[in-house]
């Protein structure tokens, strides 16, 4: 259980944090800028909450929880010691995956393929869920360039792919079902 008593800690004012092992590292280390970026996708997700109701909505508050677990795993480095922890370490699974991907499917259903690329845009909740998709795929670069200094849960970089994909799909969904897209026209403006 987690309990925030107390929110600054003054350890961190050297430029230092603690990563979920205890070991200290810089601020700006690889690992600490990827799990960042995933918190701040997860920043993004709660400014396109603001407009989502219903099952999007739902669905969207599942990938916030998802993506908490997925900071919690990136932050705790030394998978293979994971036994020897004096708690249960939480790691992504295929199933957060597999999740992803039959809800992709299942609103993919409702869309006409699309004959041009999107734009941003839109109604507002398309818009957020498009900057959702960026600032993950961003974390995606971080967590892939992480991965391949240091050992990292092919589940989580497996996640984030998915999730991008996700959030494209769910702003199609925001915009009438894809019928109110912004189609990008080659050279419209020369």
Same mark, same amino acid.
């Given at each position: ?16 944090? &603690? ?8 601020? *700006? ?21 603001? *407009? ?16 908490? %677990? ?9 998978? %293979?010691? %994971? #036994? ?13 995956? %597999?999740?992803?991907? #039959?809800?992709?499917? &299942? ?8 004959? /041009? ?5 839109? @109604? ?5 869920? *498009?900057?959702?998709?960026?600032? /993950?795929?961003? #974390? ?8 391949? &200094? ?5 589940? &989580? ?6 999730? @991008? ?22 050279? #419209?403006?020369?």
């Amino acid at each position: 259980m987690v309990v925030l008593n107390r929110i600054y800690t003054r350890t961190g004012d050297g430029g230092q944090t &603690a990563l979920g092992n205890g070991q200290r590292v810089a601020k *700006h280390a690889l690992r600490v800028s990827a799990y960042g970026t995933v918190d701040e996708t997860n920043a993004t997700l709660g400014l396109a909450r603001l *407009h989502a109701t219903g099952d999007l909505d739902r669905l969207l508050a599942m990938i916030q929880n998802d993506l908490f %677990d997925l900071g919690a795993d990136l932050c705790r480095p030394e998978m %293979d010691r %994971d #036994a020897e922890a004096a708690y249960p370490v939480l790691r992504m699974v295929a199933a957060q995956v %597999d999740r992803l991907e #039959a809800e992709i499917d &299942a609103m993919n259903v409702r869309l006409s393929p699309l004959r /041009s690329f999107v734009l941003p845009g839109g @109604s507002a909740l398309s818009a957020c869920l *498009h900057l959702c998709r960026t600032v /993950s795929r961003r #974390a995606e670069r971080l967590v892939v360039e992480l991965a391949e &200094a240091e050992p990292v849960n092919p589940q &989580a970089t497996r996640y984030l792919n998915r999730v @991008s994909d996700w959030f494209f799909v769910a702003s199609r969904i925001a915009n009438d079902d894809g019928r109110a897209d912004v189609l990008w026209v080659p050279g #419209a403006n020369r």
